[in-house]
């Protein structure tokens, strides 16, 4: 009997290892998506549009009357014609005639986020409108009150009556929004009605003015005037932004749009519906950003924190002992990466609450505990003027490309020094120097040195002189402008 296999077993064996050596020799599978792209927004837009509206707000203002009677000499015989032309000119030929008045009005956006009739819209859409009116997709329209609004976050909350439950949507957690995620937009684009745009997440915490708590979305979602104050859903219908702002040279949408996001929104919005405005925390201190040279000069290693530029009088830092040129690198436990994350850390803050603040101070690290105060009526408080210095005889000295001279009442009153600011006036400013990259110009007023006082020209030039010794590559210079505000600047000295 033969022991060769049919042919039909062999070709099935055959098979059998070529499979089996494909399948050892097979890439590892490719990872699933995390997230497939949807093929229609059309149900989740369906979801949540009823609870997006329109908002129409106008500015209606009293305009004076332009004709005012001529002052007429005593006895005049025309006193009477016009005092009856000027005071009988109204309607039927009697009593004052109405006074002109000019009406300007705003298109925007907003959304429900309580049934009761709580909307959400941008403070800029609102504006200073003394009449508001909320348009809805059935086409309701409803007058509107203005709970309250803040201009530093551009946001507005509205309440309007309704005779039955409004549709209302819910805030999601933008701190889950992923960079690529994507996201749908609601909002009224060129006064047009409801319309729907979708798009992902482009970027995450942009700064895009000079407002101290942006960390804006950013997204490719088309938004064009008229969207602000919109929501920008994620793909569970949650409202994780609010459409406030485009980039856009034409006021089209080319891709950048703007949206505050849903963590920073909430607890304003949650403010301004229980106090009808804002209560942020207040540490009182004027700061700026640690530059690469700055931080060497402070001995940081790396840049990091916000630097305190000067202290508010009647602040809460100044009796908790902090100080200019204190550099905070953790606030609350939060550590301080940037300048900028300090004002929305602190604002986002509980007044009164008393906080660690952590300080580096001439290279220690130091721990100093402050009481917050509040934003809003810190604002309010005028900075006391310091007592002005004494005159100094003008001998001029040259250091670092800056002439410098000491204050003097004739110069104070060229270059309108504020009678407050103390130190050594900057006449002149060599155009090729590092000073004048760090744009120092005269008319500012070197107050300090590497955190010391300085009151004369000799006093700086000693001072380099003492930390060219001790090896330091750049100088730390305080400088205030004509009208006292205060900034560190970094020149290196080698």
Do not use: C
Request: glycine letters at 10%.
């Amino acid at each position: 009997m033969s022991n060769r296999l049919p042919a039909s077993l062999r070709r099935f064996a055959f098979a059998v290892a070529v499979a089996s050596a494909a399948a050892a020799t097979a890439l590892p599978p490719t990872p699933a998506l995390a997230r497939a792209a949807p093929e229609s927004f059309a149900d989740l837009a369906a979801n949540v549009i009823d609870a997006v509206v329109n908002i129409s707000a106008a500015t209606t203002v009293t305009e004076q009357r332009s004709l005012q009677a001529p002052q007429l000499p005593p006895g005049s015989p025309f006193q009477e014609f016009f005092d009856d032309f000027f005071n009988n000119r109204g309607p039927n030929g009697g009593g004052d005639a109405p006074r002109p008045q000019r009406r300007s009005s705003s298109l925007g956006s907003g959304f429900v986020i309580d049934p009761s009739g709580i909307v959400v819209t941008n403070n800029h859409v609102i504006g200073d409108a003394n009449d508001v009116t909320v348009i809805f997709a059935d086409g309701r329209k409803l007058k509107a009150e203005i709970v309250g609004k803040d201009a530093k976050m551009d946001l507005a909350v509205l309440r309007v009556k309704s005779d039955k439950p409004l549709k209302a949507v819910k805030f999601g957690d933008s701190e889950a929004a992923r960079i690529g995620d994507w996201v749908m937009a609601i909002g009224n684009p060129f006064g047009l009605g409801g319309s729907v745009s979708a798009g992902i997440v482009s970027a995450r915490n942009r700064d895009i003015s000079d407002q101290s708590y942006g960390q804006y979305i950013q997204t490719d979602a088309a938004i064009n005037k008229g969207n602000s104050g919109g929501p920008l859903f994620n793909m569970d219908g949650d409202v994780i932004g609010i459409n406030t702002a485009i980039l856009s040279p034409s006021g089209g949408s080319i891709g950048i749009g703007f949206a505050v996001p849903s963590a920073l929104a909430k607890p304003v919005i949650d403010q301004l519906q229980k106090y009808g405005e804002t209560r942020r925390g207040w540490l009182g201190v004027r700061i700026q950003n640690v530059d690469d040279a700055i931080a060497e000069s402070l001995g940081l290693g790396k840049a990091r924190g916000a630097l305190v530029a000067g202290i508010d009088d009647k602040g809460p830092a100044k009796p908790a002992g902090l100080e200019a040129g204190d550099v905070i690198v953790k606030f609350d436990g939060v550590e301080i990466k940037e300048s900028k994350d300090l004002p929305r850390i602190v604002g986002q803050t509980p007044v009164d609450k008393v906080v660690d603040v952590v300080i580096v101070r001439k290279g220690q690290e130091l721990t100093k505990s402050v009481k917050l105060g509040r934003l809003e009526e810190g604002e309010k408080i005028a900075k006391a003027n310091a007592a002005p210095g004494e005159a100094e005889k003008p001998v001029a000295k040259k250091a670092l490309g800056l002439e410098l001279s000491p204050m003097s009442d004739e110069l104070r009153k060229r270059y309108s020094i504020k009678e407050g600011v103390r130190g050594v006036l900057v006449t002149r400013v060599d155009p090729n120097s590092p000073a004048a990259d760090k744009r120092i110009t005269p008319g500012d007023v070197v107050v300090e040195v590497q955190q010391e006082p300085v009151s004369t020209p000799d006093a700086i030039v000693k001072r380099l002189e003492t930390l060219k010794k001790d090896g330091k590559k750049s100088a730390l210079l305080l400088v205030a402008n004509a009208q006292g505000d205060v900034r560190f600047v970094a020149i290196g000295i080698e």
